[in-house]
């Protein structure tokens, strides 16, 4: 499954606000319009529409923490429309290629609400490891990579 990524932009801004997750999830992920005004403060913050052929389905942020010297997934939701067929792991997936293509990451870390198993299956399934540290109340997790050559 192809997922493409594109930046937050005039064309897209309405649509990737209006994604919204499962009404049972809302106490797990921040509003995208919340994320996109914090992208505007942290300026190595990038927030970015998340499409599958073509259709938009999603929304993540990632950037690096110069306290922390750690690379972070900052947000990532997939709409509700969209869910349960599987995006999340594609998506995913292609977010952590993206971000060690670009960046160089040796390691990704994020945090996920305590509860949402959901999300704990998605980011086991790709490889996060729960690594004991708790961050504004939420488990950390962190996916090592391999080194470039």
Sequence with gaps: MEI?????????????VRLKVAPEQDDFVAPNLYSIAEAFVEP?????AMYAHEALVG???FGYDDETDRWWII????????????LGAAALSALVALMAERHGCRAIHLGYVPGN???ERLYARIGFIATGEIEDGEIVARLDLPMRV
């Design 4 to 16: 493409m990524f594109q930046p937050i932009a005039r064309g897209n801004f309405r649509d990737v």
């Design 44 to 48: 190595t913050w990038t927030p970015l």
């Design 59 to 61: 929304f993540a942020m």
């Design 75 to 86: 947000r990532f939701m997939i709409g509700a429309a969209h869910q349960g067929k599987g």
């Design 117 to 119: 198993a959901i999300a």
